[in-house]
């Protein structure tokens, strides 16, 4: 048996799961270390001048007291912040919630996870090792970015996935096509238009889907409570359904997969169309070839039509395949039970390999799209709490 150190716990990820799950990992009084960037891919990989999609009750990172809440932040602070919630807030709030919740973070990256006889072994890219009986994996979403196969080959400065692109005044004077008809599409365009940087948007959806747009059904007191949970996944009935996870699994496969397909679907919030005035959007057509011209791009659509830019911007999403996480070993791999893509988890969010938890969008397969957004924290600490508890 090898002398490396020991420890209970390790949360990979500093984002809103990771520091939820390490603040109520705390509080149980679990032993634990934790590592990342505190709310990297938001400070890293969003756009400048974004705001938050999820309303202001489905933005708490949640903690055990609930002391750690947005209006927490903003009432310490003496911080207005206006609704939608812009990024930097969020940052801010994240950054905050981790100093008072998670104090003993560690900055610092993770470059394997292998099996071990009394757990994991966990190697740091600085060198440390040790052994850890639990991993609570919360890395988050940054490494499943998908480019389109018709992109594949062309360089980086021609065509860039929407997480590359953090400052996109940089993109002035020039000619843009955003390929993709969701949130993160339509915010692009907006704050193209803003900044005085022509685009298109091309989406092979022959329509654009618009979330919050029936304010009225929010404001019918104790029946808009019947309707929808302060949780704001999915349309009425739904965003019930999806904020109660453990009834949610239970459900039909085909019944789930339907369910989160709606509940989660490309589309913009509504506070987005009156911003996006003039912008030109193409409907129902897809790129089927890119061919990089000297400096420029040239995109050929299945109509047949061309268009002649300076940039692809590809707001194409994410394909869960927690394979491309690098740092878990062949052995945890081959022993890992995945549908499509995404680990399949029991109690306490724990895969198939013992002592390893998912959280975050990887648990959605299992536990529904509430997974896939910061209102989900509060659940899936909980969850893990209750599945470590139950095991130790
Ligand atoms: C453009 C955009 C807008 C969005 N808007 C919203 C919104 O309004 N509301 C909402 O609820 N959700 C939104 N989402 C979804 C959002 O990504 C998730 O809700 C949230 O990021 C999930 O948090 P997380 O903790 O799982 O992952 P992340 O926030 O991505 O955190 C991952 C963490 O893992 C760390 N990490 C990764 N690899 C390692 C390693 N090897 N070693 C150590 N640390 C590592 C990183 O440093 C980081 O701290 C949006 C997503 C996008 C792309």
């Known amino acids: 048996m090898s002398s490396l150190s020991t420890c209970n716990v390790t949360v990979i990820g500093a984002g809103p799961y990771g520091l939820s799950a390490a603040a109520y990992l705390r509080n149980a009084g679990v032993e634990k ?12 990989q969003m756009p400048v ?29 003496g911080n207005h912040i206006g ?10 709030y994240g950054q905050w919630f981790q100093r008072k919740a998670v104090p003993d973070l560690e900055r610092r990256r993770v470059r394997s996870v292998d099996l071990d006889p009394r757990g994991f072994r966990v190697s740091l890219t600085d060198g440390e090792e040790y052994v ?3 991993i609570v994996l919360a890395a988050g979403i940054g490494t499943f970015a998908v480019r389109p196969q018709v992109f594949e080959g062309i360089p980086h400065s021609l065509a860039s996935h929407s997480t590359e692109q953090k400052d996109l005044s940089k993109f002035k004077g020039k000619r843009v096509a955003i390929i993709g008809g969701g949130q993160s599409a339509l915010e692009s365009a907006a704050l193209f238009k803003e900044a005085g940087i022509e685009s298109e948007v091309i989406t092979r959806a022959d329509h654009l889907n618009w979330v919050g747009k029936h304010v009225k059904l929010h404001r019918l007191g104790p029946l808009s409570r019947l309707m929808y949970s302060k949780c704001d996944v999915g349309p009425a009935g739904i965003s019930r359904l999806v904020a109660a996870p453990h009834l949610f699994r239970t459900l039909p496969r085909r019944f789930q997969d339907r369910t989160a397909y709606r509940a989660i679907r490309p589309a913009g919030a509504g506070w987005l169309q009156p911003r996006l005035t003039g912008v030109p959007i193409t409907l129902g057509r897809k790129v089927v070839a890119a061919m990089p011209t000297e400096s420029q791009l040239r995109l050929q659509l299945d109509d047949g039509s061309e268009r002649i830019v300076d940039h692809a911007l590809l707001a194409t999403g994410f394909r869960v395949d927690v394979s491309r996480y690098g740092f878990l070993s062949p052995a945890i791999l081959q022993q890992l039970e995945t549908v499509n893509g995404y680990p399949v988890l029991q109690r306490g969010l724990e895969s198939s390999v013992k002592g390893l938890h998912f959280l975050g969008k990887p648990a959605s397969w299992s536990f529904g799209p509430l997974l896939c957004f910061v209102s989900g924290t509060e659940f899936a600490a909980n969850e893990l709490i209750a599945g470590i508890a139950e095991r130790n």
Do not use: Y
């Open 132 to 134: 850890s009986k639990r």
């Open 33 to 44: 270390r934790v590592f990342g960037e505190t709310m990297s891919f938001w400070e890293q």
């Open 49 to 77: 001048g974004m705001c938050l999609r999820s309303s202001w009750d489905a933005s708490h990172i949640a903690d055990p007291k609930g002391q750690f809440t947005l209006d927490a932040f903003r009432d310490q602070n």
């Open 83 to 92: 609704k939608p919630i812009p990024l930097d807030r969020f940052v801010g």
